[in-house]
């Protein structure tokens, strides 16, 4: 097989930024990355020498106590925020010297975020929701309407693009915030605890939406304190004190399709919220 005609030919991004980005590079690189937060005279360190790749397609699984540094972490690898030291590649962009407005674009562009809490504009309908982040992609209103159209549907709510959060259960909720999320088709998806509001039985609907998504092949890290979604993961991390302690492939990794069936059969009668 020719591997150069390949990279060409499966490019997904437009515009990489020159002699940085392949096909075969990894869409996450740190190596010994650091931080520390200033607190008057105290200094937490926060994350002490973290080095991880993330690959294009994975699907990882990032764990650890309260305070291991989850969340530090995936601030910095969603460019929310700089490492103190230590380097950090995303699809190829060293992140550390990018100004601020710099950091702001490859965000808009490359990351999508979805949170426990789903941070939707309550009012707003779902399309309007799923709208704002193309406000930057200098589309036009209809081109823009349609992409967060599709991104819905692809999310099970082309049925409700005209409803509104707060009209909305938890799990389409979230479901809003995942398509807002992949509107801008980015390069990976991060989710700090996407289920961490939702019930088991909706927190496997939305894991089934997620391993979906990523067998289309999109990038996600998931941060969980509950094995049983990190089950639907193909890759452990475990976090403790700043560092990674756990770095494994998940050799029995869950399919929530089949839960959910499984789920459908036995307890027909059971009320969905
Ligand atoms: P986790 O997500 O695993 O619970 P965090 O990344 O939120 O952990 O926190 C790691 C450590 O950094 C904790 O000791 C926390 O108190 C501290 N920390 C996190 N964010 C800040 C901040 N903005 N300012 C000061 N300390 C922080
Ligand atoms: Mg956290």
């Known amino acids: 097989m020719d591997t150069q005609e390949n990279i060409q030919l499966s490019a997904a991004d437009p515009t990489p930024v020159a002699g940085f980005w392949s096909e075969e590079q990894p869409v996450i ?5 650091k ?10 360190r926060a994350l002490r020498g973290v080095s991880l790749e993330v690959h294009r397609g994975e699907f990882v699984a990032v764990m650890g106590p309260s305070g291991s ?15 103190s030291s230590g ?15 710099q ?4 965000r808009n562009r490359k990351i999508g975020f979805v949170f426990q809490s789903f941070n939707l504009l309550p009012r707003a309908s779902a399309l309007s929701n799923v709208m704002l982040p193309l406000v930057y992609a200098g589309l036009s209103l209809k081109a823009r309407r349609s992409r967060a159209r599709r991104a819905l549907e692809a999310v099970g709510l082309g049925s409700r693009l005209h409803h509104k959060p707060v009209e909305m259960s938890g799990g389409q909720q979230q479901r809003v915030a995942i398509a807002r999320a992949l509107v801008n088709r980015p390069a990976i998806l991060l989710a700090d605890e996407p289920t961490g509001n939702l019930d088991s039985r909706t927190s496997v609907e939305i894991m089934a939406i997620l391993q979906e998504l990523n ?8 941060v969980t304190h509950e094995p049983d979604i990190a ?15 756990q770095d494994s492939p998940n050799p029995t990794q869950r399919f929530a399709s089949d839960q959910l069936a499984a789920q459908h059969s036995a307890l027909d009668q059971e009320v969905h919220q």
């Open 29 to 33: 690189v740190a190596a010994n990355v």
């Open 35 to 44: 931080k520390s937060y200033h607190l008057g005279q105290t200094v937490v």
């Open 69 to 83: 540094g989850k969340s530090t972490f995936m601030n910095l690898i969603g460019c929310l925020d700089r490492p």
């Open 87 to 101: 380097t950090y590649l995303l699809d190829g962009i060293p992140v550390r010297e990018m100004s601020s407005d």
């Open 103 to 106: 950091l702001a674009a490859v």
């Open 215 to 222: 067998e289309h092949g999109l990038t996600i890290v998931l």
């Open 231 to 245: 089950a639907y993961c193909k890759r452990h991390v475990i976090f403790r004190d700043g560092i990674v302690v």
